[in-house]
């Protein structure tokens, strides 16, 4: 069957993808299709084609497969945050976890590898302890919406997938706790009243950017972090003192300002307009601080499982030294500090290592050293072998510099932590012959997403 764009076809998916879309194979041609799963027959629609395979759009389910389930979000689907809200939770574990291992098998090209069941996230719902909502003067209407009419030149809410300038208005999201949603109507209230205006993504006018909320677990308390173009106390203040006063959780609502066209919900500076400057959480025995725009995992009790993952692999006795690289804050050397002679971090952000040696202070820590730079050329200096290395990359893994560097240090044990299973085997596979893989274990972190976090054990041959 030729395939072309615009087509309408009716098929079975038989696969899914990494990236979370079904996979068809027609005359052995591959079509990826969005919001449809194994199981599914679907009625699709290719909006795109290229010489090896096309994507297209699931329009009517035909017949739902046995483990599809109702979406509790109306957004579903139209927001990008979670794909996977109509996929039974464990069918998601089962695949991520099959994800992690097809990895290791097509790019590393290892074969054997034991990958444990994906461990599940206490909490599937609910469970974000961070959230960014942006501003926009075009509201992105729902096809339920169309023909209504609905004031399109406001919107608070999520970005509708692929794009950088479509908003799409919401009024709660379930990946936060309750409150947060409360938060986010009132936040919507008071900036429609104010009388400034939202920020146009195209235009790069306005005053109203982001609006951030972060939520400690451990205390139940909340920060409001209000993103702005530039500064007007006058009107921010009073926001920030109602929400204080009528909601208890929040101690802390800030001001960040910028003024730069990009879309990230960072400030230049900060302004603190209520309440104090930082609020804090706890992972295992472990207090941190997080201001505004500090690094802290997403999901607060998946985090303190996947340290006790590192931890587990790590299998300290007191007299170990340990190197971490990519440490951030310093999360992981606080809880691997306890269990080692010695820890060293390595970070290349300047703001990091300040809250990481302050995080360290805090917890009586004083057997972790940090090291500020780039790792290429920093880990060169290290004089002296550590008899673990822990690493922790962003999603784009290791940089080839910093492999070599790791080879040419030689540890006997490598713990590697990854948040895409695809730069893993690409690391690994290049580190094959000096490192063998023992086991990896999957932890799930950001349920009704295909995102997986995995923890490997690595030995020197």
């Keep these: 069957m030729k395939i072309k764009r615009g087509q309408a076809l009716e098929i079975t998916v038989s696969d899914i993808a990494f990236g979370g879309r079904g996979i068809v194979k027609i005359?052995?041609?591959?079509?990826?299709?969005d919001q449809a799963v194994p199981g599914d027959v679907v009625k699709a629609r290719i909006f795109r084609k290229k010489r090896s395979y096309a994507e297209a759009r699931a329009v009517e389910i035909l017949t739902p497969s046995?483990?599809?389930?109702?979406?509790?979000?109306?957004?579903?689907?139209?927001c990008g945050g979670c794909k996977w809200q109509f996929l039974r939770y464990a069918?998601?574990?089962?695949?991520?976890?099959?994800?992690?291992?097809?990895?290791?098998?097509?790019?590393?090209?290892?074969?054997?590898?034991?990958?444990?069941?994906?461990?599940?996230?206490?909490?599937?719902?609910?469970?974000?302890?961070?959230?960014?909502?942006?501003?926009?003067?075009?509201?992105w209407l729902l096809p339920e919406e169309l023909g209504q009419e609905i004031d399109t030149s406001f919107a608070l809410g999520l970005h509708v997938p692929g794009t950088f300038n479509k908003v799409l208005d919401i009024d709660a999201c379930l990946?936060?706790?309750?409150?947060?949603?409360t938060l986010l109507g009132d936040i919507k209230d008071a900036l429609k009243a104010s009388g400034l205006p939202v920020y146009g993504l195209k235009s790069h006018e306005g005053f109203w950017r982001f609006v951030m909320l972060r939520h400690s677990v451990s205390r139940d308390e909340w920060m409001v972090n209000l993103i702005t173009k530039t500064e007007n106390p006058e009107a921010l203040r009073p926001i920030a003192e109602r929400l204080m006063a009528r909601h208890p959780a929040v101690v802390s609502?800030?001001?960040?300002?910028?003024?730069?066209?990009?879309?990230?919900?960072?400030?230049?500076?900060?302004?603190?307009?209520?309440?104090?400057?930082?609020?804090?959480?706890?992972?295992?025995?472990?207090?941190?601080?997080?201001s505004a725009n500090s690094f802290f995992q997403t999901n607060t009790r998946g985090a303190g499982r996947l340290y006790e993952q590192v931890m587990q692999f790590a299998d300290l006795t007191g007299t170990e030294t340990v190197v971490d690289l990519y440490c951030g804050t310093g999360t992981i050397a606080i809880?691997?500090?306890?269990?080692?002679?010695?820890?060293?971090?390595?970070?290349?952000?300047?703001?990091?290592?300040?809250?990481?040696?302050?995080?360290?202070?805090?917890?009586?820590?004083?057997?972790?050293?940090?090291?500020?730079?780039?790792?290429?050329?920093?880990?060169?200096?290290?004089?002296?072998?550590?008899?673990?290395?822990?690493?922790?990359?962003?999603?784009?893994?290791?940089?080839?510099?910093?492999?070599?560097?790791?080879?040419?240090?030689?540890?006997?044990?490598?713990?590697?932590?990854?948040?895409?299973?695809?730069?893993?085997?690409?690391?690994?596979?290049?580190?094959?012959?000096?490192?063998?893989?023992r086991e990896v274990q999957p932890v799930d972190m950001f349920p009704h997403t295909f995102h997986i976090e995995a923890v490997a054990l690595l030995e020197r041959w």
């Design 27 to 33: 005359d052995g041609f591959t079509v990826f299709v």
């Design 66 to 78: 046995a483990d599809r389930v109702a979406a509790p979000c109306p957004y579903s689907g139209y």
């Design 91 to 139: 069918k998601q574990l089962e695949y991520k976890r099959r994800h992690v291992a097809e990895s290791l098998e097509h790019i590393a090209l290892l074969e054997g590898i034991p990958v444990h069941a994906t461990l599940p996230s206490e909490r599937v719902f609910g469970y974000r302890n961070k959230m960014e909502f942006s501003t926009s003067d075009r509201r």
């Design 175 to 181: 990946l936060q706790p309750d409150l947060g949603n």
């Design 253 to 290: 609502v800030v001001n960040n300002v910028t003024a730069r066209k990009s879309g990230v919900a960072i400030g230049e500076y900060e302004r603190p307009l209520a309440g104090a400057n930082q609020i804090q959480d706890r992972i295992g025995a472990y207090t941190f601080n997080i």
């Design 335 to 437: 809880c691997l500090a306890g269990r080692a002679k010695e820890v060293v971090g390595f970070e290349i952000v300047e703001s990091a290592v300040a809250d990481a040696e302050a995080n360290c202070r805090r917890n009586g820590i004083a057997n972790c050293r940090f090291v500020l730079g780039d790792i290429r050329h920093r880990l060169a200096e290290l004089a002296m072998t550590p008899d673990l290395l822990v690493i922790d990359p962003p999603r784009v893994g290791m940089h080839k510099d910093v492999v070599k560097q790791v080879l040419a240090l030689a540890p006997p044990r490598i713990v590697y932590v990854s948040c895409n299973p695809a730069t893993l085997a690409r690391d690994l596979g290049i580190m094959k012959e000096t490192y063998r893989v």
